[in-house]
């Protein structure tokens, strides 16, 4: 757990970049907008995980898990932002798969490299 309450923050570049990102060109934001912006993301997702960690206790889980904040997003009636949520899950989903698939070619394309090295 968090021994200050700053550490729940989420960090503030990070936000900056999100929120430029999500801005049309040429629009600016000012420091304060961005701090109340800052602020309330950490809110929402402390209090998303606790709903989350709710449900997986629910289920004596001690984990939380994707559907867990599915439910969760339910739970606080934020149905609206599920679709794109289980867009984005399935996107990063297939991410990681391509990730793992090409580190495990590359492992074996070196196994392969190192027994032919070897038999010559």
């Not at 960090?11 to 900056?16: F, L």
């Not at 600016?28 to 929402?44: E, M, Y």
Request: net charge negative.
């Amino acid at each position: 757990m968090a021994e200050r309450i700053e550490d729940l923050n989420l960090p503030y570049a990070v936000v900056t970049r999100l929120i430029k990102d999500a801005l049309p060109s040429g629009v600016a934001i000012g420091k304060d907008a961005k701090l109340a912006v800052a602020k309330a993301s950490s809110i929402f997702i402390l209090y998303l995980t606790t709903a989350a960690n709710t449900i997986a206790k629910n289920h004596n889980r001690k984990t939380i898990s994707g559907a867990d904040v599915t439910e969760a997003m339910k739970d606080i009636e934020l149905e609206q932002f599920l679709q794109p949520l289980e867009e984005s899950l399935e996107i990063f989903k297939k991410s990681q798969k391509e990730k793992k698939e090409a580190i495990d070619r590359k492992k074996q394309n070196n196994k392969d490299d190192a027994s032919e090295e070897h038999s010559e």
